[in-house]
Every structure is written in C-alpha cells, then in structure tokens.
C-alpha cells in the first residue's frame, strides 16, 4: 500500500478538505485554503468553530486508529457497522477505509472521494488476502450510511405507495428501520410516539408503517425479518433531491460516538441552542426534552440531537427523531444524559419545575420560556394521550407502563397542574 492515501471532502459538492491516511495507521483532516479564505464558506460543523472569536479552527490534531470525531459520527455504529463493513470486506474498526465505501451517501451534504488517481489499497484490514474480491466487495456494497445502531437502509418512495431500497444502497429519501430481532413492536413504538409528538406540536418528520412485503430490494442476508418497519422521511434531503447539511450534537462537541451517553449533559445542548437558534430553538429543545421523558425514552443521547443548514451557514434545530418508549423493554431505563452536571443521577424522577429551574439558570435560558414551555408540554401530552394512548399501536401492558412511569415524574404531577 502506497505511505500515504488521501480521500477529498465535499461540502455542497465543493471540495473543502481532505482526510489523509499516515503511516502507523494516524488519520489526518485539513480544510483546503479556498475553503480557509472564503468568508462567506458554508458551515461544515460548529466544533470547528472558536468559541470566543467564531473563526475557523483550522490546527486540527491527527487521530491514532480512528478518524476525527466529527467524521466518525457519520459511521453506523454496532449491528449496523459490522453488517455494512462485512458486505464490503472491511473491518469494523477501520474507519478510513470504511468512510471510503459509504461516502457517497452520509447524513447531511458531505461526500467523500478518494483523491485523483487514489486505487482500493491492498491492506484494509480484510483476511482474505485477496485484493480482487476485496475491490468487488467494495464496489456492491451498501453504500447508505446514517450513524446508529439499527439495522436501516436509504430507500426510494414508489407511486404505488411501496418503497426501493437502491442496488448500491445511494439516493433515497426515506430511512426504512427494520424491525428488532430482540424487542417486539418497535416500528409500532417509535412510530405511536413520533405521531404523538407531532400532535403535541413538535417538529417531526413524516413517518409511516410499511409491510416488509411492500419494500423491494431488501438484501436477502438482513435475516427472515416479518414485520412492519418504520420509514421516515429524510430531513436532509429536499424533494428536489439537494441534500441540506446537517450535524448531531456528539459532533458538535467533537465526542466519539462510544462517548456519546457520557461526554456532555442536557445543559450543555442546551446552551448551544439558545446561543446559535434562539428562543425558537430553545422552547422546541425544552418540548422534546420534557415529552421523552413522559413517554420514558432513555436514548435521548447526544446523537439523538441534531442541528440543520437550509441556508448552508446558520444552524436550526433539526426535526425530532428516534422518538421510542424505552422503558417498555427496559423497565429500569434512565435518561441517557444528566440534565446539567456530570455526577447527576439520570433517573426520569429528577425531571421537576426545580430542576428545570435550574437547568435555564445554568443555561442561561430565560426562565419563564422554560418553565412555561415545560408546563404547556405536559398539559398537551396529557390531553392527547388520553385520547390516543399511541392509537392502538401499543400492546396494553405497554400503556400501563407507560402510565405507570408518569406518575413517578415530579414535573407531570405537581400542582400547577
């Protein structure tokens, strides 16, 4: 293999940097000097922003093994990782080369391509020892990547109402989430959760339940799956096929996607949202924060918060996402983040007026939209969930804990209520 291998990053279909592949297995990013020089240049991720000046960071440390933090958060972890590394004959754990096969289609509007003249390496960590079924690995793998866990896959909306999953897995505007093959009804879960959040007036993507009979494409070594899966529409993806840029808040602050449940807490989101969206932002931010934790969601962590760029430079919260009761397959879930200290309990009986209190307090958040909004967001909860208990969707014993675990939440039971 040649001492060193680059792969160019594209921004808006402009070349921005390049990520280069050193000896002793380091990984290197650098912004182009077009890129450095333009002061109108789109945003490619607040973590490259200095907090005080707002200038570009552009002295950016090489990473032994693994890429950049902000480039590793574009991987799919788990499950996901392995399934997609294995189809194109590349270890998990070599993310340089396996960016290489999925940059094509990453969350938001990068792309990744090997520099000019750059050949599939000889060592890419595969065993078989064979280059040329290594490049052919390449070359038919999925080249879908959206960070997480699930098993998922890009997929385009057809006239009769099915959906395609693309032969190289490339230019699909809807995410098909397969069903488990550990929990029953998650499909049905976060899909009942996300249509209550929207109900409640929060920003959600479209979403809709289809049979896995009515999805063409699917590989066939993703398992005898029966079902329904859950599909939703990409938000970083315009009906015109442009792709918005967007980033999770692991990437924001710069956190490898194992951290992601440890590294920063609800405060800290938080405070970046009030600083770069407004009290728009921070009232949606507050919503969501407190509807998960009514419905018992404890994989509200750092990736499960996003911000977009319609206009390529200023950032908006993102529409909500990965919205599911977790608590119904794990009784003993916690929140995935403290509210605002490190060595806070994640327990969801922290959540009170008290804490939200203090929360805006150390946020910097005006008081009276957080408490406001909070109260608002419980009352509307409760109005439409005795309505809709998740319209059917949901098993009966998984409505009693449902309602069951409001009743241990100080916020949903004091007495402004």
Not at 9 to 19: D, Q, R, S, Y
Not at 232 to 240: A, G, H, Y
Not at 299 to 313: A, F, G, Q, T, V
Request: proline share 5%; glycine share 6%; net charge negative.
């Amino acid at each position: 293999m040649a001492e060193l291998t680059v792969l160019n990053v594209l921004l808006h279909k402009e070349h921005i940097g390049t990520i280069t592949l050193l000896p002793g297995d380091q990984s290197l990013f650098a912004f182009t000097e077009s890129y450095i020089d333009d002061e109108n240049r789109a945003t490619l991720s607040l973590s490259f922003k200095e907090a005080v000046t707002g200038q570009l960071i552009t002295d950016v440390r090489p990473t032994q093994a693994r890429l950049h933090p902000f480039f590793a958060n574009l991987l799919p972890e788990g499950p996901m990782r392995d399934y997609l590394a294995n189809r194109a004959n590349v270890k998990p754990e070599r993310e340089f080369f396996l960016l290489w096969v999925l940059g094509k289609d990453l969350p938001g509007a990068l792309e990744i391509q090997p520099s000019d003249g750059e050949t599939w390496p000889e060592d890419t960590g595969d065993e078989s020892g064979n280059n040329e079924d290594a490049i052919s690995s390449k070359e038919n793998a999925l080249r879908f990547s959206l960070a997480g866990v699930q098993l998922k896959f890009s997929a385009i909306n057809e006239a009769t109402g099915g959906l395609t999953i693309p032969t190289s897995g490339i230019g699909g505007s809807w995410i098909v989430k397969l069903p488990s093959t550990k929990f029953d009804g998650v499909p049905e879960n976060e899909y009942a959760m996300m249509n209550l959040a929207s109900q409640i007036g929060m920003d959600i993507p479209e979403t809709k339940l289809i049979d896995l009979s009515d999805i063409s494409g699917l590989p066939s070594d993703v398992g005898q799956l029966r079902g329904q899966a859950l599909a939703v529409r990409r938000f970083d993806r315009q009906d015109s096929g442009h792709a918005v840029h967007m980033e999770d808040f692991a990437q924001v602050f710069g956190v490898f996607p194992d951290k992601k449940y440890e590294k920063a807490s609800y405060r800290d989101i938080a405070e970046v949202i009030w600083v770069e969206t407004g009290e728009t932002g921070a009232a949606e931010f507050i919503r969501r924060l407190v509807f998960n934790a009514l419905i018992g969601n404890g994989d509200m962590h750092l990736k499960n918060w996003s911000l977009i760029y319609p206009d390529k430079r200023l950032p908006m919260l993102s529409p909500g996402y990965d919205f599911v009761s977790t608590i119904v397959y794990l009784p003993e879930d916690k929140m995935a983040l403290t509210l605002s200290k490190s060595k806070e309990s994640k327990e969801f009986k922290e959540l009170s007026l008290s804490s939200l209190s203090r929360l805006a307090a150390k946020a910097r958040l005006p008081e009276t939209l957080v408490i406001d909004t909070a109260i608002e967001t419980v009352e509307r909860f409760r109005q439409i969930w005795k309505d809709s208990k998740g319209d059917s969707l949901l098993t009966r014993e998984s409505i009693q804990v449902i309602e069951d675990h409001i009743t241990q939440i100080p916020l949903a039971n004091e007495s402004c209520f």
